[in-house]
């Protein structure tokens, strides 16, 4: 298979792509390479792609509908998308929302047309968020839950992506898969994200800050089980009609954040020094998915409880940082 992935710098899309190129498919990565957090980390994840057979990449901005078009006429054979660019981070999305709306719904639009240009797809996947079901507080969170109450401007635009991706398969059939990732983590991880920060944090022995005084649960979910969910969507293309489908990708357990941090520091052998703070505008107290659908229909099943999953990343941590 040819298949397209976007963000194939990012951290969940380059994880993608090593376990695409493990198996022997033809990967064409793409990539903005944006300076949101830092470059080097991207480029090197982008340099361990770039060494394989079977790897093509090409810098480009996904919203740009005449370069995207040209990248889709240059690889008519493309068979799938994995559509994992996104501007991503609940609050940064409070200080910049024009990059919101330009890399996730102008970027997702161009790729949905972009879809519509190849004519042997077999299927649109792509990043969706936990965040879509922002104030609910059913938990576990379900696909079928209602999702009209989105406590940021980033959960507002990747549910706008649900709907583009509904109204896409609606109009011209395009089999397309939404995926509700919960709390990534892993080594090659977002230097942006908690779990980052806080090992960062306590090697260094500075304090961390920890919002709503501790009382935050998180469905965290390790790097590999959220690859292993994204090819098992691509393998099994949306049915129904329209063919669109949306799935939660999580642990299904949601953790305590001062547990989590427990496990960092035993990971790490130092104390943390936290810090506790009131809630942050458009963050929420809990996340834990229901992976009953997943599990049905892909096969879904997450293999990494954070007493693993942590000691891995502060291993690759201590080893690219040098700790």
């Known amino acids: 298979m040819t298949i397209l992935v ?4 990012g951290f969940i899309g380059a994880a993608v792509c090593q376990a695409l190129l493990a198996r022997g498919d033809h990967v064409i990565g793409v990539d903005i390479l944006n300076d949101y957090y830092d470059v080097s980390l991207k480029q ?10 079977g790897f093509d990449f090409h ?17 008519p054979g493309i068979t799938h998308i994995a559509h994992l660019a996104a501007q991503p981070g609940v609050r940064y999305s409070l200080e910049n929302p024009y990059a919101y709306v330009t890399a996730n719904v102008m970027g997702q639009v161009v790729m949905l ?4 240009a190849l004519p ?9 968020s936990s965040s879509v079901y922002g104030a609910n507080d059913k938990i576990p969170f379900a696909v079928g ?5 989105p406590n940021s401007l980033y959960a507002a635009t990747k549910r706008a992506d649900e709907l583009f991706s ?7 059939g395009i089999p397309a898969t939404g995926l509700r990732f919960f709390t990534v983590y892993g080594p090659w991880g977002r230097p942006d994200m908690a779990p980052f920060l806080f090992a960062k944090a306590i090697a260094a022995g500075q304090p961390i800050r920890v919002f709503n005084h501790g009382e935050m649960w998180r469905d965290f979910t390790y790097i590999d089980d959220i690859a292993d969910g994204v090819i098992r969507a691509l393998d099994r293309p949306a049915a129904g009609s329209p063919p669109h489908a949306l799935y ?15 496990e960092i520091e035993r990971a790490l052998q130092k104390k943390a020094v936290m810090v506790m703070e009131p809630m942050q505008p458009g963050d929420v107290p809990a996340t834990c998915a229901d992976i009953e659908a997943s599990t049905r229909d892909l096969g879904f099943g997450p293999q990494t409880p954070i007493g693993t999953g942590i000691p891995k990343f502060i291993d690759w941590y201590k080893d690219y940082y040098g700790v």
Not at 145 to 149: F, I, L, P, S, T
Not at 166 to 172: E, G, K, P, R, S
């Open 248 to 262: 939660n990708l999580g642990n299904h357990k949601s953790e305590k954040l001062t547990d989590f941090i427990a």
């Open 113 to 116: 047309e972009l879809a519509r």
């Open 166 to 172: 509904h109204t896409y398969a609606h109009l011209y």
């Open 44 to 53: 090197a994840r982008l340099d361990r792609l770039t060494a394989q057979a």
């Open 6 to 9: 976007t963000g194939a710098a």
């Open 145 to 149: 839950d209602a999702v009209e109450r």
């Open 120 to 128: 042997g797809l077999r299927h649109f996947v792509y990043a969706s």
């Open 59 to 75: 810098r480009l901005d996904i919203s740009d509908r005449d370069r995207m078009g040209k990248l889709a006429a240059d690889f």
